[in-house]
């Protein structure tokens, strides 16, 4: 089976438009979103700006707001606290990657819980390892909406998450224990890695190189989501061998798969901080 | 190989002397702890009592402040407030179990992160998946002290964790992610229980049931470390059965094993406390 991303995003988008519509009734106002984006990577801003026309597309009021490369810690965490306090601003992100230069933490810290688009403050990180899935990563819950939707079973089941980073692989560890599936956390010093891909049920790889989970690695009737990105000769392509891990597997592929969902998730969370933040 | 929790209690007393020694020196007044104790479990009051006799013995100032049992949430928290704000005391704990009408939760994210003794505060559980182990949970950080100090190699090791709680099982987790190990936590849902400990280097076992894991399930030479505490005709004892698995891996004792290291683990966070708190 092929797990569709763009399905996947459709069904997501059917609670965009009714939460939505449920925000008009009760505000005369829209949601509004700002993203930071530090400097001029050229993927990192087609990334903000799909993200931008989708939530735009169902109302929300959204924008980028620019900042010059050189700008200082300092003074990116001065504007995320005007964000903060400011009560006609009701959802925030900082675009990654940012300049060497800058304290990615301090910043990530700084933005206000309840305003946290990607789920990626702390506070919102250890409530999500504490059960509470009210401000999660865009990225491992859509990895888990694809399962969900897809009615693969999660409960009992052995997961191997290829990821240990906090933006992927530990959040989406959490998102798993809290749905009864036991987790195995792998990485690039993980032993005999084949061997604990062979025995799982679902593996999620995200590593950033084109055919790291080749066919022999995965066992009949499994599951695969690939959450790699990669830039081959001007084509996108995952982590994993899309053709020859289909023949035995369900999988999901790129694109086309999870970015698709995360994109419409990131729009419905801005929308949830918005019925969160004007209560 | 008998991993001795005393013998590692005392290694990270040296710590706390040594620090101590540094306030001392730095500052005229004691490091103040406060523990919030609801009711009168039994067992959390021995337990209370030992905590803070063990900090008194180093020179902290150090208080149960009991609270009955009919307390209400909001006046638990009202409490709370009350610690936050006063500059002469650094560390706070809230003893566990709470009533059932109380809401753990709410009470847990009142304490101010910077005070909070145990990293129960959601920011610290989520500094802690970020990497940050500032505020570390005591009984996760006493097993990787366990391990640490007698040289049981963390790095590329396959780790077994049985037990999925925010107290113990998921930061654990996170601290062996950082260390480099590749993590399985497993649960009551688990399928081939033994077959994921067998495949193991390191298992770490907390579930409350005595001879939960016997020693066909642990594989010759690895390292057990047993968190459990169940009391059976007044003595205590763990969830291994120790005489067993002694004979064919390294296993830590109940009683005598991961406790002692927790306690002396919170003595050193309070002071650790004292000195971000008066920065």
Redo the contacts between chains.
């Keep these: 089976m092929i797990l569709d991303g763009k399905v996947v995003a459709k069904n997501v988008e059917e609670t965009v438009k009714m939460r939505m519509e449920e925000f008009n009734k009760k505000y005369s106002i829209k949601p509004v979103f700002k993203t930071l984006m530090v400097g001029n990577d050229p993927a990192s801003e087609i990334y903000a700006r799909s993200k931008i026309k989708n939530m735009r597309k169902f109302g929300i009021d959204a924008e980028i707001i620019q900042m010059d490369s050189s700008i200082s810690t300092e003074d990116l965490i001065s504007k995320i606290d005007e964000l903060n306090v400011d009560k006609n601003v009701h959802s925030i992100m900082v675009e990654m990657p940012l300049p060497k230069h800058i304290d990615r ?1 301090r910043v ?1 810290r700084k933005i206000d819980p309840v305003k946290d688009t990607d789920g990626q ?12 899935e009210s401000h999660v990563p865009s990225t491992p819950m859509a990895v888990i909406k694809m399962l969900e939707y897809y009615k693969i079973e999660l ?4 997961v191997c998450i290829i990821n ?1 980073t ?1 933006v992927v692989g ?2 989406l ?2 998102l798993f ?1 809290n749905r ?8 690039s ?3 005999d890695l084949n061997e ?1 891909t062979l025995k799982s049920d679902i593996i999620v790889v995200a590593v950033g190189k084109p055919k790291f989970l080749i066919d022999n690695m995965v066992r009949e009737n499994s599951t695969v989501i690939d959450v790699g990105i990669n830039s081959i000769d001007n084509k996108i392509v995952g982590d994993a061998d899309f053709e020859s891990i289909s023949k035995k597997a369900s999988i999901s592929p790129v694109p086309g798969g999870v970015g698709a969902v995360t994109t419409m998730l990131i729009t419905l969370q801005v929308i949830e901080n918005a019925f969160r933040e004007i209560q």
Tied chains: 1, 2.
Excluded: W, Y
Aim: aromatic share 2%; proline share 5%.
């Design positions: 933490e990530i403050n702390p506070f919102n990180l250890g409530l999500l390892l504490s059960g509470d409960k009992g089941t052995d240990r906090q530990k959040p560890a959490m224990l009864d599936s036991t987790v195995t956390v792998c990485h010093k993980t032993k604990k």
